[in-house]
């Protein structure tokens, strides 16, 4: 899923290791990736969206 990253956000990003962090004057998207082990949830990863292409789309492509 891609969302604007909101006040408050305290995720770091997955691919880079900073802190996807909220920017009042800019308008930054995070891509919020649920990841399932076995078929069972397992652990919840943060992007920043450039990160997350940079990445190659470990998780195929994000839904709005």
């Known amino acids: 899923m891609?969302?604007?990253?909101e006040a408050g956000s305290a995720?770091?990003?997955a691919h880079c290791g900073?802190?996807?962090k909220f920017r009042a004057r800019e308008?930054?998207?995070?891509v919020i990736c649920n990841?399932?082990?076995d078929g069972r949830w397992d652990r919840?990863?943060?992007?920043h969206e450039p990160c997350y292409a940079a990445a190659?789309?470990?998780?195929g492509d994000p839904v709005d």
Do not use: F, K, M, N
């Not at 919840?44 to 992007?47: L, P, T």
């Not at 190659?56 to 998780?59: I, K, N």
């Open 2 to 5: 891609t969302r604007l990253i």
């Open 11 to 13: 995720a770091d990003c």
């Open 18 to 20: 900073e802190r996807v």
């Open 27 to 30: 308008r930054h998207r995070q």
């Open 35 to 37: 990841v399932y082990v």
């Open 44 to 47: 919840v990863e943060h992007y």
């Open 56 to 59: 190659g789309s470990p998780y």
